[in-house]
């Protein structure tokens, strides 16, 4: 009789067991999205972080290249009545 009080009680002590594995897995895979979550988020940061310091560090190029852009625009339209439409006049 004592053989299957303990086959009871292991029967019953293993359910446990399977169902705090369960648990521990699921607390573990939410973990691992949270963290996955919170580095995707830090990795944003830092690449913005990145982009403004490069747009930063290299504002007066930036600047000097619209500007001649800017400038050549004016200049072939003023001079060549074109324009986006490649100096075609509209009558």
């Known amino acids: ?7 009871i009680s292991n029967l019953v002590s293993s359910l446990f067991e399977i169902l705090a594995g369960i648990l521990d897995s699921v ?12 580095d995707l ?4 940061f830092d ?8 747009l930063l560090g290299n504002i007066v190029i930036i600047g000097v290249l619209v500007a001649a ?4 625009s004016a200049y ?6 074109g324009g ?3 100096g075609v006049k509209r009558s």
């Open 1 to 7: 009789m004592s053989s299957l009080a303990s086959g």
């Open 27 to 38: 607390v573990s895979a939410l973990q691992s999205v949270f963290g996955l979550a919170r």
């Open 41 to 44: 988020i830090g990795s944003i």
């Open 47 to 54: 690449l913005m972080s990145g982009l403004v310091g490069f």
């Open 69 to 72: 852009y800017v400038g050549y």
């Open 76 to 81: 072939r339209q003023k001079n060549q009545g």
């Open 84 to 86: 986006v439409t490649g």
